[in-house]
């Protein structure tokens, strides 16, 4: 009786177990079909962005659909919502060069992304976050408008993952009272002036790792100086387009032997601003891993001379990255691995061109481990980048509700078993 009882409750355990393991690994799939329930209304062409927000509560999500949604006036995003695009390129608001503004932030930790934000009106603004804090805008195009995207008296916002293109007159304008903002991961590419900051009250806002391509003005403005070009040393500050500086040195300084990606001189910005570690080549950076909605794992890839590509993460059966690197190979390249997604004891770091290893340097900072390396090849290499440890499986938290589950599982079994030892007794002891 009692074995028949273990046994059973053992199944129990078992078949609990499964079912975590089940409900985890599909984590992602109930959070979205509850959410889409509940917290995630869509607009498809032809309907309304403005009124799916006016009908919203703070928190919720917007989904719009691919397609075009031409617009004359501003949308007005006055609540804390996500307005997020099915897919960057194929989801556009377009002002149709009438409208002097096309997105209008005002509510604090709204969020922006995977939208297309195109053709303004002349003096038009693409997005304008206005009097609010901790806004989003992520993995946006703003394209064609005479600003891109305008920050006035606003604070700790984030731009990142943008391109910001083909504004006549700048692709940022900072016009006033606009402090501690991060703009990290963009393109900004073709705008007259790449970014403007118009007031000296415009302080501590820092750029890095950018890209600044083809902006005949890179920088303009008197609050120039009061921001900050750069992320420090290894992280670095930002890729310039019209930096003519060499890397044949490294170190916070940039005087010990041997190249680092970074360039060997400051690149001087507007009146006494400099970026202090100009990269030597665009960053290129790739989703490796995403957890939980809140924890993304990049992976940045910077080289002088070739496109990075076909990037794979190769957890959990071995620790490591690889991409595949084509153009003019001659040069180097510079990794920056979130060290959340994959890290190495000490100088274990083995990095392979094709099959042949090569010679590396590697550099922490608190985030991120950089690992840079020249390669000399006339034809596409695949590079694979191999560490200790990767993500583990399940989050910390899931661990937490599985370890739960089986204390649970194993009390059940041990009053299962206490219980049947009673009631055998007291069987035994009326016979
Ligand atoms: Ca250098």
Not at 40 to 65: C, F, M, R, Y
Not at 259 to 283: C, F, K, N, Q, R
């Amino acid at each position: 009786m009692v074995k028949k009882v273990k046994r059973k409750t053992i199944s129990l355990i078992f078949i609990i177990q499964i079912m975590l393991i089940l409900i985890i690994s599909n984590s992602q799939f109930f959070a979205s079909t509850s959410a889409s329930s509940n917290n995630i209304t869509a607009v498809e062409p032809g309907q309304s962005i403005q009124e799916a927000i006016n009908n919203a509560a703070d928190g919720q999500t917007i989904l719009i659909k691919k397609g075009q949604y031409d617009i004359e006036y501003a949308i007005i995003v006055n609540k804390t919502v996500t307005l997020v695009g099915e897919q960057t390129n194929e989801t556009i608001i377009d002002g149709q060069a009438t409208a002097t503004l096309i997105l209008s932030i005002l509510s604090n930790e709204a969020k922006i992304q995977n939208l297309t934000v195109r053709n303004c009106a002349t003096y038009g603004y693409g997005i304008h976050i206005k009097n609010a804090k901790k806004v989003k805008i992520q993995n946006c195009n703003i394209q064609n408008c005479s600003k891109g995207v305008v920050l006035t008296n606003s604070t700790n916002c984030e731009l990142s993952r943008n391109l910001i293109a083909d504004s006549k007159e700048c692709g940022i304008y900072f016009p006033m009272n606009s402090s501690y903002n991060l703009v990290f991961w963009n393109n900004i590419k073709n705008n007259s002036q790449a970014v403007t900051i118009g007031n000296i009250n415009c302080k501590n806002n820092t750029f890095y790792q950018n890209n600044f391509i083809q902006n005949p003005t890179q920088t303009s403005g008197f609050g120039i100086p009061n921001n900050l070009w750069d992320n420090e040393y290894p992280a670095g500050g930002n890729y310039w387009s019209s930096y003519t500086g060499i890397d044949v040195k490294n170190g916070p300084q940039q005087n010990e032997t041997g190249s680092d990606g970074i360039g060997d001189e400051s690149y001087v910005l507007y009146l006494t601003a400099e970026d202090h570690y100009p990269l030597m080549g665009p960053v290129h950076w790739f989703l490796a891993h995403q957890m939980e909605t809140s924890s993304e794992y990049y992976v940045l890839v910077s080289s002088n001379v070739s496109e990075a590509s076909n990037f794979h993460y190769g957890c959990p059966d071995e620790s490591s990255i690889s991409f595949t690197l084509t153009g003019n190979l001659n040069g180097f390249c510079r990794v920056a691995i979130s060290q959340q997604l994959l890290s190495g004891d000490g100088d274990s770091w083995l990095v392979t061109i094709g099959t042949e290893e090569t010679e590396r340097t590697v550099m922490l900072d608190t985030n991120y481990t950089y690992i840079c390396f020249a390669h000399n090849y006339s034809t596409t290499k695949t590079v694979k980048i191999q560490g200790d440890y990767c993500v583990p499986e399940f989050s910390s938290s899931n661990m937490l509700l599985f370890l739960a589950i089986t204390i649970i599982a194993l009390v059940i079994l041990k009053t299962a078993k206490t219980n049947a030892i009673t009631s055998h007794r007291k069987r035994f002891q009326k016979a």
